[in-house]
Nanobody, 123 residues
């Protein structure tokens, strides 16, 4: 069964850093894109970043220059390095497997999701 497991969330002060991990099982990263999404309390889930099966990366404007997505195919794990964190980055972060190899910021393009990891940035 396809599974995704996020880890690495926590509480950090503004300006700090966190690295999220997304461990994938029962499929390989060289065939599917992986997206990172976040959902703040009372808000819709939004796409944060995506890495395609070919290694191309995409970011929403609010995190460009601060977040970096990468993958380690040997470990079948995707990472989201988050630097210069802001209180507005607070939310539950999810990784998701795309239905194909291309990137998308829309949740409908993804068919499997992790359980999420909480990121809280204090001011």
């Amino acid at each position: 069964e396809v599974q995704l497991a996020e880890s690495g969330g926590g509480l950090v002060q503004a300006g700090g850093s966190l690295r999220l991990s997304c461990a994938a099982s029962e499929f390989t990263l060289d065939a599917y894109a992986i997206g990172w999404f976040r959902q703040a309390a009372g808000k819709e889930r939004e796409g944060v970043s995506c890495i395609t099966s070919g290694g191309s990366t995409f970011y929403t404007d609010s995190v460009k220059g601060r977040f970096t997505v990468s993958s380690d195919n040997a470990k079948n794990t995707v990472y989201l390095q988050m630097n210069s964190l802001k209180p507005e980055d607070t939310g539950v972060y999810y990784c998701a497997k795309a239905r194909g190899y291309g990137a998308s910021r829309y949740p409908q393009a993804y068919d499997y999701w992790g359980q999420g990891t909480q990121v809280t940035v204090s001011s």
